[in-house]
Structures are given as structure tokens and as C-alpha cells.
């Protein structure tokens, strides 16, 4: 211990950071699922400060090390230092990285996670970066909600959601990828699943993580403008439409400010009726033309299904629509593998199984693309 010295995030030359943030590493910021900091950390010993709050979800987060899940853990409020690991070699680089477990808590408006400084008895060396860049965009599948724990689970709490054991980490694993998350339990392209409008992704894409509220998380610069040009993907995946799907089976959602009415609608005979179908498709093309605008070179992956594919043929008209309208021809669809009786996890969502089953095949689809 007695070589141990003290480094504030700022003064480390060789520090990577995952996810979208702020430019602050003073301190830095952990706003979304799959968000990381990683070092490569040639000593014996290594430990993180971090500032934790929360009203009602607390952050868990999961250490890697060289690759590996090493430890994951719920971080309660205060401010303190964690032990990353103890006793290594001192002469071997170990790859560590540090991540955020749970999505953005839309609602929570004191939930946040900062990491101030690490605490080290050797020297970083540089991490490399990744062949290819990688954005998701989606829901509670891709948050990892249901991901670990019991089938039986079905509370809402912050412990069932992964980030590292979800497609998405395993499809970037699998590219050798970096990668980023956008994703919000609930939310879909023009609605939530309870029909509510101001729950959608693509009005807050423009943003470092505009679906927090409150006066904390503006001070923190969730509501800042978004540095596309910092951090340009290859790919973007978007996994939208479930909770689309899921308006239409649910009760009405009333605007108390205005008292306007919100529902999605089934005909009689159960299909979607044409024109709140046609208002999803035409939200799912402007989201495409939004997408494009600040992702300029990538390939644009329509990726849906885990928990059913009745969005599906909207998903290839707004798809198609988009490209006869724009010529774009970097768009497409891919249907991901439904959920079985053997691959579900807690809260009846996709377990690790159907994560890892998705993560194989959209990985397979997305190679060819990149090639």
C-alpha cells in the first residue's frame, strides 16, 4: 500500500471511455447501460472512487478484467473507493474495465454515477482501440432488463438488468467492436408501451442523455448537445418497435397538462388499425432520416424481434419507404430470434441464452456488412 498513488481521472494519459458523456473526466460521468471506464494497468493493485446517488434504482456496475466478469456489485449512495483487484503480478498489464450494469433511470432524477479518481501502485499503458464502432438503440431488451436473475423474478429493480451479458455486448465481443448503448425500458420510436407519446428515443437522440429530467442532471450536462463527430459508429443498430407493438394492446394514456388522449388502436377483428399503423411507420422513417444525418458513413440496421415480430412488415415499409425516398441504400432489416420457453429470463424478458442466440446471428449479418 505504501506505493499507492492517487491519479484524478484528468491526469491519466491512458484512459479509455465507453458510452456517451460529457467531456468532464473531472469527474466522469457514467450516464448509460454498457458505459465504461477502461485502463490497462500494468501493478499489483488497483481501486476506484466513485460519487453514487439515487431516489429509488441504484447503479450496479460489473468489473472485467483481461476479457473476463470478475465481480458485479450494487453501489450504494456516498462517496468511496472500490477495490478493483489486489495481489496480481506487478510485472503483467491486466485490461480492466469498469461497467455501468443498469440503464438511464428516466423518472430517477437524483440516480447518477461518477468515478473521480483511481488509486494505483504501477503505471497505464495504452488502450487500443477497436476495430469498428458499433451504436444500439433500443428498449428493455437492449438495456438487458430480464438478463440475469430467476425466471420467477418479476420486481422492477435495477439487479435484473446486465450489460454485459446482453447482445450487445456480445455482438461487439464478437466483431471486435466498440460499442455504445442508447436504451430505455418502455420506449419505443413514436410511443411507450402505455401509449404514452413523450417516451420515445428518437426525440432525445440529439442529446449526451436528454431522457433525464431534473436540475441535477442538467448541472451534470445530460441535456447538452451530443459531439457526433467525436465518436463515428459503423454500424448503428436500432431495436425498436416492441413497445410500439405493445400501445396497441394497452389502455389509453390521457395528458393531464392538455387532456388529450393518447391510444393506439386494434380494428374488431384484431389488426392494427391502418392509420395509427401508418403514424408508427411514418415516426420510423423520420428516425432513419434523423439517423442518417448524424451518422453519416454508417450502415443503418433495422434489428427487431426476441419478444415477437408483429411490427415487422411496418418495420420493411417504413424501411423501404425511406430508402425509394432518399436513394440510401445503407439501410436494412434484420429479424432477431424470438425468446423461447427455454432462453427467457427474469420478468419474462429475453435471458442469456436468447441474448447470446441474437448476439450470434445479428453478429453473423452485420460481418457481411462490414466487409
Known sequence: MQNMKIHALANIEHLKVHGRTTNSLSPLTLFWTGSALEL????????????????????????IINSAPVGRQMLTKGRYW???????????????????DVQAMNGDESSSLQIHAVKFDGQFLPVEDKQYKIEFIGDSITSGEGTIGAKAEEDWISMWFSATDNYTALTANALNADYRVISQSGWGVLTSWDNNPNYNLPDYYEKVCGLLTGEKNER???????????WQPDIVVVNLGTNDCGAF??????????GKIYKQR????????EEDIKRFEAAAEKFLTKLRAYNK???????????????????????????????????????????????VGARSHPG????????????????????
Request: aromatic content about 10%; proline content about 3%; glycine content about 6%.
Open 82 to 100: 472500490i477495490c478493483l483487484f489486489r495481489g496480481m503480478n506487478e510485472s503483467v498489464v491486466k485490461n480492466v474495465r469498469v461497467v455501468r
Open 40 to 63: 490497462n494497468a500494468k501493478g499489483s493493485e488497483l481501486w476506484m472512487e466513485v460519487e453514487v446517488d439515487y431516489d429509488l434504482y441504484e447503479p450496479w456496475i460489473s468489473i
Open 249 to 258: 394492446y394497452s389502455p389509453e394514456w390521457k395528458d393531464e397538462a392538455t
Open 266 to 273: 386494434l380494428n374488431e377483428d384484431g389488426t392494427f388499425n
Open 297 to 343: 458513413k454508417a450502415q443503418i440496421v433495422w434489428a427487431y424481434g426476441m419478444l415477437g415480430n408483429e411490427m415487422m412488415p411496418s418495420i420493411y415499409r417504413a424501411v423501404d419507404s425511406y430508402k425509394r425516398t432518399t436513394g440510401d441504400l445503407m439501410v436494412s432489416v434484420f429479424q432477431l430470434p424470438n425468446m423461447t420457453d427455454e432462453t
Open 220 to 230: 451534470l450536462g445530460a441535456l447538452q448537445e451530443h459531439d457526433f463527430d467525436a
Open 352 to 371: 442469456k441464452l436468447a441474448h447470446e442466440k441474437a448476439a450470434a446471428e445479428l453478429s453473423a449479418y452485420l460481418q457481411e456488412l462490414l466487409k
